[in-house]
């Protein structure tokens, strides 16, 4: 009675699809992004870093060689909240591990395990949202979830950071501050010799910066003027102990604390490609190449630490644009023994940029293995909540059980027919084709499109700044892509996915007629390129939507869990094999020939449709009578 009385409740979708979607998008931007943030910060190399938070991504690429057994053991609401309280113990196991002299290692275990059940919640999350829905509410909401999981994704990359920056500025001494501007009529000249700079004396630990203020020329310099300052300081700074030999991206040799994978692969392979296929030292072909100026920042300590304390000095950008940035210097580490020498920070502006432009750079020196444990705790603590808010609040659908398998063989038969009953499907070659080459524009041109406003325009590029193209991107083209979400969603819910189908194919393939645009006419007007790139993302977000659809719609009937996992697959094949051959297309063709070929790519994709089979009520809103 229990059991059916609670089956029996309405819920509205509201009250858990946006906390789902979240809860399955923070993992995930954790495991990308954040980690590999984190380890920067605690000193791991770039070799170390790239290598093995890459690796953290194969639990998502894999998943749907599992997703049968989602299906076959348990409901997908027994998934849902065991694999959050799993994610949420995860979070405090990183937490706890990260004080330790191996962290490294005990927190990329903790991670996997972290990763794994992640992908195990989106299987079960996907499955549950076909199951609790009807067509007409999947239609509504889809755009709603791709919300929600972006703002999870935006909240890892933003919240999360500032909430680990924040914690670190209150557990160390007090930041140090520096602005540089770019200018018009400052001087060029660098000192490149070691200064005495006017520390002050004073009763409590500090850092100070010379100068506090810094002005570059926008003139650009040659890359042997550039390469005399980078060299300085990364010379002063190792001199010095500021760093280590691994930090400079030169030569170094291997040390005893070094990973196996950097003693054994990455530093033998790098220095056989650098000996036989790296640009000789006479060759001074580099001096005529302009690059932008750049400029040195020192950062002294005030006063003497205690024997054995070593206090970590990180820097990053705390606000302005992005087109003045740090070429050497992120990290230091100051000791007894070199706190009355000068750190360098190595500044570069764009060669691009022309205008007058403010950045402010900020150096925190707080307790980083600390205020990263407090940032996981939190995470552990958000997990917690939402898997008691989720056993709540998510409904019971009726359809919502296993299949009842118990015998390992008969749960080894069931896995087989799960996979190939997909392949059995009526048209399932034609859906496979839809999926794989729905978005074969927008793959080719997503990997090509920061490129070609970053480029020159000697090379057929936009030349935009890199602060133009993170405002481009990261401001209206965010607001663009999820509006489009939006409104594709509700669109769907009205007509459904048979009437939308057409009208959503082109609009994920005639906007990048918008770059063929700019590719010909090359504007300069920052107005009408945020323009065209809104209109392109605006239409892909609107016409993904019908790919969403006709995914579940694909999916329906036995197994829908792990059917949507394995359309999932074909989706990110889909994206993969048409980006790996991108550059390689633009190096041959040139942008406006390429943005020609990402048009051409429309025929494929528009040619698969009239051969769909959509059942014409799937997707519209049922109202009542």
Same mark, same amino acid.
């Given at each position: 009675?229990?059991?059916?009385?609670?089956?029996?409740?309405?819920?509205?979708?509201?009250?858990?699809?946006?906390?789902?979607?979240?809860?399955? $998008?923070?993992?995930?931007?954790?495991?990308?992004?954040?980690?590999?943030?984190? *380890?920067?910060?605690?000193?791991?190399?770039?070799?170390?870093?790239?290598?093995?938070?890459?690796?953290?991504?194969?639990?998502?690429?894999?998943?749907?060689?599992?997703?049968?057994?989602?299906?076959?053991?348990?409901?997908?609401? *027994?998934?849902?909240?065991?694999?959050?309280?799993?994610?949420? =113990?995860?979070? =405090?196991?990183?937490?706890?591990?990260?004080?330790?002299?191996?962290?490294?290692?005990?927190?990329?275990?903790?991670?996997?395990?972290?990763?794994?059940?992640?992908?195990?919640?989106?299987?079960?999350?996907?499955?549950?949202? +076909?199951?609790?829905?009807?067509?007409?509410?999947?239609?509504?909401?889809?755009? !709603?979830?791709?919300?929600?999981?972006?703002?999870?994704?935006?909240?890892?990359?933003?919240?999360?950071?500032?909430?680990?920056?924040?914690?670190?500025?209150?557990?160390?001494?007090?930041?140090?501050?520096?602005?540089?501007?770019?200018?018009?009529?400052?001087?060029?000249?660098?000192?490149?010799?070691?200064?005495?700079?006017?520390?002050?004396?004073?009763?409590?630990?500090?850092?100070?910066?010379?100068?506090?203020?810094?002005?570059?020329?926008?003139?650009?310099?040659?890359?042997?003027?550039?390469?005399?300052?980078?060299?300085?300081?990364?010379?002063?700074?190792?001199?010095?102990?500021?760093?280590?030999?691994?930090?400079?991206?030169?030569?170094?040799?291997?040390?005893?604390?070094?990973?196996?994978?950097?003693?054994?692969?990455? *530093?033998?392979?790098?220095?056989?490609?650098?000996?036989?296929?790296?640009?000789?030292?006479?060759?001074?072909?580099?001096?005529?190449?302009?690059?932008?100026?750049?400029?040195?920042?020192?950062?002294?300590?005030?006063?003497?630490?205690?024997?054995?304390?070593?206090?970590?000095?990180?820097?990053?950008?705390?606000?302005?644009?992005?087109?003045?940035?740090?070429?050497?210097?992120?990290?230091?580490?100051?000791?007894?023994?070199?706190?009355?020498?000068?750190?360098?920070?190595?500044?570069?502006?764009?060669?691009?940029?022309?205008?007058?432009?403010?950045?402010?750079?900020?150096? !925190?020196?707080?307790?980083?293995?600390?205020?990263?444990?407090?940032?996981?705790?939190?995470?552990?603590?958000?997990?917690?909540?939402?898997?008691?808010?989720?056993?709540?609040?998510?409904?019971?659908?009726?359809?919502?059980?296993?299949?009842?398998?118990?015998?390992?063989?008969?749960?080894?038969?069931?896995?087989?027919?799960?996979?190939?009953?997909?392949?059995?499907?009526?048209?399932?070659?034609?859906?496979?084709?839809?999926?794989?080459?729905?978005?074969?524009?927008?793959?080719?041109?997503?990997?090509?499109?920061?490129?070609?406003?970053?480029?020159?325009?000697?090379?057929?590029?936009?030349?935009?700044?890199?602060?133009?193209?993170?405002?481009?991107?990261? /401001?209206?083209?965010?607001?663009?892509?999820?509006?489009?979400?939006?409104?594709?969603?509700?669109?769907?819910?009205?007509?459904?996915?048979?009437?939308?189908?057409?009208?959503?194919?082109?609009?994920? /393939?005639?906007?990048?007629?918008?770059?063929? *645009?700019?590719?010909?006419?090359?504007?300069?007007?920052?107005?009408?390129?945020?323009?065209?790139?809104?209109?392109?993302?605006?239409?892909?977000?609107?016409?993904?939507?019908?790919?969403?659809?006709?995914?579940?719609?694909?999916?329906?009937?036995?197994?829908?869990?792990?059917?949507?996992?394995?359309?999932?697959?074909? +989706?990110?094949?889909?994206?993969?094999?048409?980006? +790996?051959?991108?550059?390689?297309?633009?190096?041959?063709? $040139?942008?406006?020939?390429?943005? !020609?070929?990402?048009?051409?790519?429309?025929?494929?994709?528009?040619?698969?449709?009239?051969?769909?089979?959509?059942?014409?009520?799937?997707?519209?809103?049922?109202?009542?009578?």
């Amino acid at each position: 009675m229990g059991k059916n009385s609670r089956q029996g409740k309405i819920r509205t979708p509201w009250t858990w699809i946006p906390t789902l979607y979240f809860a399955q $998008g923070l993992p995930y931007v954790v495991a990308m992004t954040v980690v590999v943030i984190m *380890y920067k910060r605690l000193g791991i190399s770039n070799a170390d870093i790239s290598l093995y938070t890459s690796w953290l991504y194969l639990p998502w690429v894999i998943k749907p060689f599992w997703s049968p057994f989602v299906d076959m053991l348990k409901t997908k609401h *027994y998934w849902i909240i065991t694999m959050q309280l799993f994610v949420g =113990a995860g979070m =405090a196991g990183v937490a706890f591990l990260i004080p330790l002299p191996f962290f490294f290692k005990a927190t990329l275990a903790v991670l996997w395990l972290i990763a794994f059940s992640s992908a195990t919640h989106d299987i079960a999350a996907d499955g549950f949202y +076909m199951l609790a829905l009807d067509s007409s509410q999947q239609s509504f909401f889809v755009g !709603i979830r791709s919300t929600f999981y972006r703002l999870a994704m935006i909240t890892g990359q933003g919240l999360l950071i500032i909430i680990a920056g924040s914690l670190e500025s209150y557990t160390g001494l007090e930041p140090v501050h520096f602005s540089v501007q770019s200018s018009t009529t400052a001087g060029t000249s660098v000192i490149l010799q070691p200064q005495n700079f006017a520390v002050p004396q004073t009763p409590e630990m500090a850092f100070v910066a010379f100068p506090k203020k810094l002005s570059l020329n926008v003139d650009n310099i040659s890359s042997d003027s550039l390469n005399k300052i980078k060299a300085f300081a990364l010379d002063q700074n190792l001199k010095n102990g500021f760093i280590t030999i691994d930090e400079t991206g030169g030569e170094r040799g291997i040390k005893v604390t070094d990973s196996w994978w950097t003693q054994h692969v990455s *530093y033998p392979l790098g220095n056989l490609i650098k000996v036989n296929f790296g640009q000789k030292g006479n060759d001074t072909s580099g001096s005529k190449v302009k690059v932008g100026n750049a400029g040195l920042v020192a950062i002294c300590l005030t006063k003497k630490p205690g024997t054995g304390e070593k206090v970590v000095l990180n820097f990053r950008m705390s606000e302005g644009d992005k087109s003045i940035s740090i070429i050497s210097g992120e990290r230091f580490v100051f000791s007894a023994d070199n706190w009355d020498k000068p750190a360098y920070v190595a500044i570069e502006l764009d060669h691009k940029l022309k205008e007058q432009v403010n950045s402010e750079f900020k150096g !925190i020196s707080g307790n980083l293995p600390l205020a990263w444990s407090i940032t996981f705790f939190i995470l552990a603590g958000f997990f917690g909540l939402i898997f008691m808010y989720h056993r709540f609040a998510l409904p019971h659908p009726v359809s919502d059980h296993s299949t009842g398998t118990n015998s390992s063989k008969e749960i080894i038969r069931e896995f087989g027919r799960t996979f190939s009953s997909f392949f059995q499907k009526k048209d399932a070659l034609l859906a496979i084709s839809f999926m794989l080459f729905y978005r074969l524009g927008e793959a080719m041109l997503v990997k090509m499109s920061p490129p070609f406003l970053l480029d020159s325009r000697e090379v057929g590029g936009l030349g935009l700044t890199t602060g133009q193209v993170g405002l481009v991107y990261g /401001t209206v083209g965010v607001i663009a892509l999820t509006i489009g979400g939006i409104i594709g969603g509700i669109a769907a819910s009205r007509k459904g996915l048979r009437y939308w189908i057409w009208p959503m194919a082109l609009c994920i /393939t005639f906007p990048h007629l918008a770059y063929l *645009y700019l590719s010909w006419f090359t504007p300069e007007s920052l107005i009408l390129i945020n323009i065209a790139v809104a209109v392109e993302l605006f239409g892909y977000g609107f016409g993904f939507t019908a790919y969403m659809l006709f995914m579940i719609y694909f999916a329906e009937g036995n197994h829908k869990t792990a059917h949507y996992a394995i359309c999932t697959g074909f +989706m990110a094949l889909g994206m993969m094999l048409p980006g +790996m051959a991108a550059g390689w297309l633009q190096d041959l063709l $040139g942008y406006n020939h390429f943005f !020609i070929w990402v048009m051409i790519c429309a025929i494929p994709t528009l040619s698969i449709i009239p051969f769909l089979k959509i059942d014409k009520e799937y997707g519209i809103k049922k109202t009542a009578e």
